[in-house]
């Protein structure tokens, strides 16, 4: 009897000692425990206003394959950017300049990783430089107003010039929203006022200083992103040799189109249509004979 007490003792202390070596196991695959870097390297900075979780050992990826890890996070006094390092694979030294860097979370509640989308540039970032196209982490409200359709844009941290524009209704647009030109996002809405004067809605854009070649003569349109997501301001480009400059006023807009004037407009077309085939008898095809 003690002998088989004594068995039993031995296998359950097994499975234990197992069970936290399994556990010590996928801890140190999901942290940054297993992300201790080797070999030679390099650094570049990434500047992000919003780092979320991010944790410094953190993976840093190309294509899902990690390359590296975060070597240090810090923000400077009197700065509202955090600085964040990376130090990366010798053997990935042809990064372009251009490309795009992005906080992202493995899984549902996973950790935070550095994800890098190469760009087209034929420069590289070298050891110590920076790669300035950074998309911070997304908070929960962020990631909701996706979902409906409220797009989003990378970090501005280089800076933005501002275009005003006047509409005779928004909608719902609202400080905030994105700016798009060809669907991508280059801006967003800095702010939406009532002129008392005019009586309609002075917007004010803030677009991305990459895209200063933006003919003077775009026209901006407020859109809605899909059936029920928010509402953004879209810029068609014109062809004027001259581009817009911080603080011009675009003349060509298109205002928010209401449901009820949607409705409207198909109730009028569908009607019309049935005239023409059906009302008083008559026929828009004249008689044999007559011109």
Do not use: C, W
Not at 163 to 187: Q, R
Not at 218 to 244: C, E, H, K, M, N
């Amino acid at each position: 009897m003690s002998q088989q007490r004594s068995s039993y003792a031995v296998g359950t202390g097994l499975f234990i000692v197992l069970g936290f070596a399994a556990l010590a196991y996928l801890a140190t695959q999901t942290s940054s425990v297993a992300n201790v870097h080797q070999g030679a390297s390099y650094t570049v900075d990434a500047h992000f206003t919003n780092i979320g979780a991010l944790k410094e050992r953190a993976p840093v990826k190309i294509a899902g394959v990690r390359i590296g890890q975060v070597q240090s996070i810090t923000l400077p006094p009197g700065q509202e950017v955090a600085d964040v390092k990376l130090t990366i694979d010798k053997s990935y030294d042809r990064i372009p300049q251009d490309s795009v860097v992005t906080i992202f979370t493995s899984g549902l509640l996973g950790d935070q990783y550095v994800g890098i989308d190469y760009g087209s540039s034929q420069q590289f970032v070298a050891n110590g430089g920076t790669l300035a196209r950074t998309k911070s982490s997304q908070p929960l409200e962020e990631m909701l107003g996706k979902f409906f359709g409220a797009g989003g844009v990378s970090d501005n941290i280089g800076g933005t010039y501002t275009v005003k524009a006047d509409f005779s209704n928004v909608g719902t647009l609202s400080v905030g929203a994105p700016v798009k030109m060809a669907g991508v996002a280059i801006g967003t809405v800095q702010t939406v006022v009532a002129d008392p004067v005019k009586l309609d809605a002075k917007v004010t854009l803030a677009i991305d200083k990459r895209y200063n070649a933006i003919p003077d003569d775009s026209s901006a349109a407020v859109f809605t992103s899909g059936l029920i997501g928010s509402q953004y301001v879209a810029i068609q480009p014109g062809g004027s040799p001259d581009a817009l400059k911080d603080g011009d006023e675009m003349v060509l807009t298109q205002s928010a189109m209401q449901l009820e004037d949607l409705i409207g407009k198909f109730l009028v077309n569908g009607s019309s249509s049935d005239t023409k085939s059906a009302g008083n008898g008559k026929s828009d095809i004249p008689p044999a004979g007559k011109h």
